[in-house]
Structure formats: C-alpha cells, structure tokens
C-alpha cells in the first residue's frame, strides 16, 4: 500500500521539501536537496542521494531505485520490470528512453541496469534488461536509437524450432557507444572502446581501441550446433526454451 501512495505522491505533488518529506515517511530514504518532478515512481526500495533528481513525465516501475550523489533521470523515460536500477555518483539517463525488463515466466533470475560514475544513455535509446546491463565509469551510450539486446532468439532453418538466447552485457569504463548501435546478447567491452556510429556488436570487444561496423558477411549456421554450444536452462514454467550465452 506505502508503494501505491508513493508513486501518487511522486506523480501528484511538484518539487518541494514537503513532497519529500511525505515520500519519505512512506519509505523512501531521500537525502537533502534531492528534486523529484511529476512522474510516477511505484517502486519497492528507493535511496536517493544528496542533490540527486529525477525529471518530469517519468514511468519508474521496478524493484529498487539507487540514485547516488548527483545522479539523475531526465525526462519522459519508460524504466519498468522486474529490475534493480543504480547509477552511481554523477550518473545519468537523459530524455525519452526505454529500459525494460518481462516478468516471470518470461524472465528468470534477478537482473540490473547500472551505470558506472559519470556515465551517461543519453536520449531515444532502447535497453533491454532481460540480463543485467553494467556500464563502468565514465562510458556513454551516445546520440540516440541505439539497441542494448540481452536476449534474442535462434530459429530453425525450417519448421517451428526455436530457442532464446539470454547473456549479460558488461561494458567497461571510458568507452563511447556512437548513435545507432546495436549491442547483442552476451558481450563484454573492455575499458577504452570506441565504437563508431550505426554498429552491430555481437561479439565481445577485448582490445582497446576504434570499432567501426563492419562489411555484411555470410556466416555458416547450424541450428543443433547452436543449441549444443551454450548450456539449456532448467528452470520450470519458463515461456520459452532459453539456452544462457556467456560473454563470447
């Protein structure tokens, strides 16, 4: 019930002290100087630290909202699921993205997004945290309408078959994401990546340096080759059948 009244106080009250005084005799724990606009926020478990803020027109509906010192939510995002959300110190998501997760029996497992110090998903972009989405320090997801996949499927080359794909992504400090990209599931970047505008990542970038997409080329596929690679998740009551990808 305390989640409900909170989320309306978020929606209904402007900016000011005594919103966050309300807010926080429902269970936030709310540092000083902290400004949260008109948005709805239905959250379980909420901290947000000193001069930390989230914008208007948000929809925030997940498990647990971390705001560190100095970090904030711009306007008009769409962050809902069954997720744990922390930007640490200075962190920031800008205006109009999405970042979701599906319920159970959908998704299995706990997941996250987390966004290192002073990084940044700027605007328009589309993060999907059916696996926890980590980036370091100091890293950008920049301009607008890239993709952050943590899940895909395989399909066989006739007939039915299918499979999901699930794997983490794990971005590392300083690096610089250029508009249009799309990140698939299971890759880790290491520090000091640059990747140029309008790329496709699907596989783990492990040396520093400037990526630029690459030319299309024909990749030999086979469907029970795929399926044998990565091991089958043996969890009850999941939609689909999902084999876990590791960082690759």
Known sequence: MKIKIAAFISLLFPPCKIKNMLLSLVGWKIAPHVKI????????????????????????????????????????????????VVLKKQAAIGNLNKIVRAKHPVSWGHSMLKLGELSKVTSKHTIDCMRPVVFGDFSTLAGYNSQIWSHGFMHALTGPGRYRVDGSISIGDNVYIGSGSILNPGIKIVNGVIIGSNSSISKSLLKSGLYVNQSLRFVEFEYDQGIQKYPMLNISKLNDKVIHKKYD
């Open 37 to 84: 606009g008109f948005s709805y926020i239905c959250v379980k478990h909420v901290s947000l630290g000193e001069k930390s803020s989230v914008g208007h027109g948000n929809y925030i509906k997940v498990d647990c909202l971390y705001l560190e010192e100095s970090a904030y939510i711009q306007k008009f995002n769409q962050i809902y699921g069954p997720l744990i």
